[in-house]
């Protein structure tokens, strides 16, 4: 099998993957908005954001089949009430409480004990430490933290051992400590932590040794730590929208990295160690970057067997 062809194979398998841990839609049934007066067959998914409900409707805790439950927006919800009201929905495993103002969660979150997916977004005053206590660990496979303010993880993030996927978009990340913890969660293989400001990164996210997927797009970073080499298993980065002026050179020794995503930076320039180093890289986005026309058709030579390379501007 060709190399060209054993990689396009390996995207293929890529994009399945990618399909299938979409958060929020596991269950491809009609998602309602309110509960229907009629007698309906079994609801499964449920959206009550931003309705400014100051309380659940009286039959929500009818809905035995139900699998999310969406609450988002309606800070006027006090959530020790609602977990009362919805305690017997044994079967809930997505469960959605962004915007809602909260500093805290009830303890009786732990009741959802077949909770798969949990997203508290935007709820800058949330004490984390205390919500990782609380939630129930066992089969949380994805945590939505997006837009917490958060500086730094507290230590005991690394309980949250079946962790498979975690949000930290819209923070303030930079902490190196916080990346140490990261790497003790065994089951990660996806990270965002886009949009964080980050001007660099520390050298301890080579500690994140198992993750498959990282999302660094939208700060400001000109260059990465060579840590990085020791991502073994790193298959697509998207560092699109930052300050990068060059391909960087760690991509060169990251044994699994296949995929880059390097749009809208400002490289000009394609470093010599690509024409000659043994590498798995296989498909480069580099679209919307001032890449001169000489450097370009270097690069297109350079890149000749990948299976994916763009360098479109708009």
């Given at each position: 099998?060709s190399r060209?062809?054993?990689y396009?194979?390996?995207?293929v398998i890529?994009?399945?993957?990618?399909?299938?841990?979409?958060?929020?839609?596991n269950?491809?049934?009609?998602?309602?908005?309110?509960?229907?007066?009629?007698?309906?067959?079994?609801?499964?998914?449920?959206?009550?954001?931003?309705?400014?409900f100051?309380?659940?409707p009286?039959?929500?805790?009818e809905l035995?089949?139900?699998?999310?439950?969406?609450l988002s927006?309606?800070?006027?919800l006090?959530?020790?009430?609602?977990f009362?009201?919805?305690?017997?929905?044994k079967?809930?495993?997505?469960?959605?409480?962004?915007s809602?103002?909260i500093?805290?969660?009830p303890?009786?979150i732990y009741?959802?004990?077949?909770?798969?997916q949990?997203?508290?977004?935007?709820n800058?005053?949330l004490?984390?430490k205390e919500?990782i206590?609380?939630?129930?660990?066992n089969?949380?496979?994805?945590?939505?933290?997006q837009?917490?303010?958060i500086?730094?993880?507290?230590?005991n993030?690394?309980?949250?051992?079946?962790?498979?996927?975690?949000?930290?978009?819209?923070?303030?990340?930079?902490d190196?400590?916080?990346?140490i913890?990261?790497?003790q969660l065994p089951k990660?293989?996806?990270?965002?932590?886009?949009?964080?400001h980050l001007?660099?990164?520390?050298?301890?996210i080579?500690n994140?040794?198992q993750?498959?997927?990282?999302?660094?797009d939208?700060n400001?970073?000109?260059?990465l730590?060579?840590s990085?080499?020791k991502?073994?298993?790193?298959?697509?980065?998207?560092?699109?929208y930052n300050?990068?002026?060059?391909?960087?050179?760690v991509?060169t020794?990251?044994?699994?990295?296949?995929?880059?995503?390097m749009?809208?930076?400002?490289i000009?320039?394609?470093?010599?160690?690509?024409?000659?180093?043994k590498?798995p890289?296989?498909?480069?986005?580099?679209?919307n970057?001032?890449?001169?026309?000489k450097?370009r058709?270097?690069?297109?030579?350079?890149f000749?067997g990948?299976?994916?390379?763009s360098?479109e501007q708009k």
């Amino acid at each position: 099998m060709s190399r060209t062809l054993l990689y396009y194979l390996r995207l293929v398998i890529l994009i399945c993957i990618l399909t299938n841990c979409t958060t929020y839609i596991n269950f491809y049934s009609p998602t309602y908005t309110s509960i229907p007066n009629t007698k309906t067959s079994a609801i499964y998914r449920l959206d009550l954001s931003y309705q400014n409900f100051d309380s659940l409707p009286f039959n929500v805790s009818e809905l035995q089949h139900l699998k999310m439950l969406d609450l988002s927006g309606n800070p006027n919800l006090e959530l020790a009430q609602v977990f009362c009201q919805i305690e017997s929905l044994k079967g809930l495993e997505i469960l959605i409480l962004d915007s809602l103002g909260i500093s805290s969660i009830p303890k009786s979150i732990y009741q959802f004990s077949n909770l798969k997916q949990l997203s508290i977004a935007y709820n800058p005053d949330l004490d984390l430490k205390e919500v990782i206590e609380l939630i129930p660990k066992n089969r949380l496979e994805f945590l939505n933290l997006q837009g917490n303010a958060i500086k730094n993880l507290p230590d005991n993030i690394i309980k949250l051992e079946s962790l498979k996927e975690l949000n930290l978009s819209h923070n303030l990340l930079a902490d190196a400590h916080s990346y140490i913890l990261l790497g003790q969660l065994p089951k990660l293989y996806s990270l965002w932590i886009d949009n964080n400001h980050l001007e660099k990164l520390p050298e301890t996210i080579g500690n994140l040794a198992q993750i498959r997927f990282l999302y660094i797009d939208h700060n400001t970073l000109q260059k990465l730590p060579n840590s990085m080499s020791k991502m073994r298993k790193l298959w697509v980065i998207h560092a699109g929208y930052n300050q990068f002026k060059q391909l960087p050179v760690v991509f060169t020794k990251m044994p699994s990295l296949f995929m880059a995503h390097m749009n809208n930076n400002d490289i000009t320039s394609i470093p010599q160690v690509y024409e000659f180093a043994k590498y798995p890289l296989a498909g480069l986005i580099l679209d919307n970057n001032p890449i001169p026309e000489k450097e370009r058709v270097k690069a297109e030579k350079m890149f000749k067997g990948f299976f994916l390379l763009s360098f479109e501007q708009k």
